[in-house]
């Protein structure tokens, strides 16, 4: 009985957190919210189908007794995996040939395990302090900033803060970046921050779950300038979240059992690069190329075998010596609140020293020469498809520059789309995409097939040719057609507090700072000419344009290297340049300047 009775206790907790997350919860894509309700009627009738997976109407004593009753060891199934399995299956599983065996459990261990003594350390949850119990909203200032505004910025942190005025929701985003340059000077330190990362959220997954409980979350990522923490939900015992994760960083002691598993995990994550599709390799290789500074998975794994653990502990020495902290606080609290939480997380790293100014900069875009074409080519052992990237530099970002872009991309989208998929049928995964990085853009196409890559290529080649007309033909009603389509994108309201907080995050993460682009770039948008989009093409879009920097990424399944060759001079397009040393690649080519921010810091 006193057993039912706690149960009850802790099913009406979780009635109290569900209704609570129904209550304050975030809307939907429409498209996507409707066609997951209609599969709910299946199943559930047509007045819960939006509470149902949220509304706890009662407590069925009988129901969870006949859960309880299944927990004994006679219903136990165990699943083991390990290498030491190999050679000694008797079965083969007949979708992925993966071999296993079947067996029954000895039942004088069943017996053994019903007469084992009971373990204290199986209880029901201990009180959860994350639950949050204040929703009230935070009172507005008279003037509230439409924009994150800079409240702090030090030789230590820079602190932008962003009241919510628009979704008046208990919930708000805190963004921490943890920087410094001893992350990413070689394959050894970028691979260590990795595993680092992978510990510290190993060694928090106790105590974060009871705030996951509670309707908050966080992420921490690795990456080339440090590792970010991302905490989202309600935001009252947020501030406790915050200081309980950066505390565990500066204190955190990695354990040598974790470490081992830790290790073999991430080796195995960079080994299994070559089990993605192509199309993710290409995506991949298009970072790493056109990166100041980068690593291959095979160079990550090579340099993750030589690391030990007293080596990790070293290095989180140097990782907390000295940072630059980055900050965005973005929700239902105050601007002293928010102060009030940057200096308890400046308390709690009292040790590490402010990074000087020029060990903050950013990594750099490789600048492709005018009138030149690179090609690089990797290998997949497994799949039979290929994949091209088509990447096509156009330099440095500015708000006209990236207007006649989007522009460009908008008005040859769907013929790209419908030209090489549908009516060539080259593959099933064809796109075209604006490209942003570090401060830079480009126009990029994206092929996967069946076919060989120089073939598919230059179908792509060909459909560019042809985006000549499309673009020479366009009459005034369907630019401003084109025009306004991509107007609605841009000034299309965020229809939650996370889709906000992205766009915040883009520009923060970038160093740009514009929060208002959409705004500003709509306004060159309105007015672009025809003439305009036809310059920007025949300068470097077009086969042979004076400006045109082109960089080719293919990656073909082992069966077809060598078996597909092109004539370019037939194609009346350069002999693409080969890249068979990155270090040699980007040695011998120039590197964009890191953008200007678009504030007075």
């Not at 206790?9 to 309700?37: G, H, W």
């Not at 069943?110 to 204040?134: G, M, V, Y």
């Not at 025009?483 to 507090?497: F, G, N, Q």
């Not at 399944?557 to 194609?571: I, K, L, Y």
Request: charged share 25%; glycine share 2%; hydrophobic share 40%.
């Amino acid at each position: 009985m006193a057993f039912v009775w706690l149960l009850r206790i802790a099913c009406f907790a979780m009635q109290d957190l569900s209704a609570m997350e129904f209550r304050f919860k975030d809307k939907e894509n429409p498209q996507s919210y409707v066609t997951t309700l209609s599969n709910y009627l299946h199943n559930y009738p047509v007045e819960d189908i939006l509470s149902h997976c949220y509304v706890m109407t009662e407590f069925n004593k009988e129901l969870y007794n006949s859960f309880l009753d299944c927990l004994q060891p006679k219903y136990v199934r165990l699943i083991v995996i390990n290498k030491r399995f190999e050679g000694t299956t008797s079965s083969v599983e007949p979708w992925y040939g993966s071999c296993y065996s079947s067996i029954r459990l000895d039942p004088s261990l069943i017996k053994s395990w019903e007469q084992t003594a009971s373990c204290d350390s199986l209880h029901l949850p201990a009180r959860n302090d994350f639950i949050p119990t204040n929703f009230n909203l935070c009172p507005l200032p008279d003037r509230p900033p439409r924009r994150p505004e800079m409240i702090k910025d030090t030789s230590l942190s820079k602190v932008w803060f962003k009241q919510d005025d628009t979704f008046r929701t208990p919930k708000a985003h805190i963004y921490l970046a943890l920087e410094t340059p001893a992350v990413f000077q070689d394959p050894r330190t970028a691979v260590m921050t990795k595993l680092l990362v992978m510990l510290l959220d190993d060694e928090l997954t106790e105590f974060t779950y009871n705030a996951t409980i509670a309707g908050m979350s966080y992420t921490m990522q690795a990456n080339s300038r440090g590792i970010d923490v991302k905490i989202k939900g309600f935001s009252e015992k947020q501030s406790v979240l915050l200081t309980s994760i950066v505390n565990k960083i500066v204190t955190f002691v990695p354990d040598e059992n974790r470490f081992v598993v830790y290790k073999e995990q991430l080796l195995r994550d960079f080994k299994n690069f070559q089990l993605e599709e192509p199309y993710k390799q290409v995506l991949f290789y298009l970072g790493l190329i056109c990166a100041e500074r980068g690593w291959t998975k095979e160079q990550s794994a090579d340099a993750l075998q030589s690391v030990t653990l007293p080596m990790l502990q070293s290095f989180i020495k140097l990782f907390l010596s000295r940072l630059h902290l980055e900050m965005l606080f973005h929700g239902n609290m105050t601007r002293q609140l928010a102060l009030e939480l940057v200096t308890k997380v400046e308390a709690l790293l009292v040790h590490s020293q402010p990074l000087l100014p020029s060990q903050q900069l950013l990594l750099r875009e490789v600048k492709l020469p005018s009138a030149s074409t690179y090609c690089f080519t990797a290998t997949n052992a497994v799949h039979c498809s290929c994949c091209i990237g088509a990447y096509y530099q156009i330099g440095m970002q500015s708000f006209r520059d990236n207007a006649v872009l989007e522009l460009f991309n908008q008005i040859v989208r769907e013929p790209c789309f419908d030209t090489l998929r549908t009516k060539e049928q080259l593959g099933y995964i064809v796109a075209s995409i604006v490209v942003y990085s570090r401060g830079t853009q480009g126009f990029f196409i994206l092929l996967q097939s069946e076919k060989g890559v120089h073939f598919v290529e230059s179908r792509i080649e060909q459909f560019l040719h042809d985006v000549n007309e499309v673009i020479t033909t366009l009459d005034d009603d369907s630019l401003q057609q084109h025009i306004k389509a991509v107007e609605v994108v841009k000034l299309e309201k965020p229809k939650k507090l996370a889709k906000e907080n992205s766009k915040y995050l883009s520009e923060i993460e970038s160093r740009h700072y514009c929060f208002d682009r959409d705004e500003i770039e709509v306004e060159y948008l309105k007015v672009l000419k025809k003439d305009d989009i036809i310059t920007f093409y025949k300068k470097q879009m077009v086969a042979m344009a004076p400006e045109r920097s082109k960089l080719s990424i293919h990656v073909v399944p082992a069966a077809q290297q060598g078996d597909d060759v092109t004539d370019f001079a037939e194609q009346g397009v350069a002999q693409p340049h080969p890249i068979n040393d990155l270090t040699s690649f980007r040695s011998g080519l120039s590197l964009y300047p890191l953008p200007e921010t678009s504030v007075k810091l």
